[in-house]
């Protein structure tokens, strides 16, 4: 489901940021839907992740059952084996629940000098 297309600037170091604020999913233990937002930060090698087929993608999750801390590795792991990029990192925010808020970070790969 996920798209790529050729780095027109493979050679060069460059961070590339994607958000998505309108993310959902379901709490696996009580059916009730999770708001969120993912950002998706990545430094590419050969490849950069096409933004239509990423928007689809993360809609998927809208009625899956899946924990804050599996849903943000489970998107982390499928855009690594996707696009193969140098460093990549997936950040999950979620809105308050029960008065607590969760922020969930997975990383892949040394983040490069222009990562901040």
């Known amino acids: 489901m996920l798209e790529t297309f ?6 060069r170091d460059y961070l590339i940021e994607h958000v998505a604020r309108e993310f959902t999913s379901l709490c696996p233990k009580t059916g009730q839907p999770d708001f969120g937002t993912v950002t998706v ?7 950069c992740v096409e933004l239509k087929s990423l928007k ?5 999750f809208r009625n899956r059952g899946i924990f804050y801390e599996d849903i943000t590795n489970v998107i982390l792991n499928d855009l690594v084996s996707t696009c193969r990029p140098r460093w990549m990192q997936v ?7 029960g008065g607590m808020r969760s922020v969930i970070t997975a990383e892949h790969g040394e983040p490069p000098g222009i990562v901040r």
């Open 6 to 11: 050729a780095n027109p600037h493979p050679h």
């Open 41 to 47: 930060r990545y430094v590419a090698a050969e490849l």
């Open 56 to 60: 689809l993608y993360l809609q998927q």
């Open 91 to 97: 950040r999950t925010r979620w809105t308050v629940r």
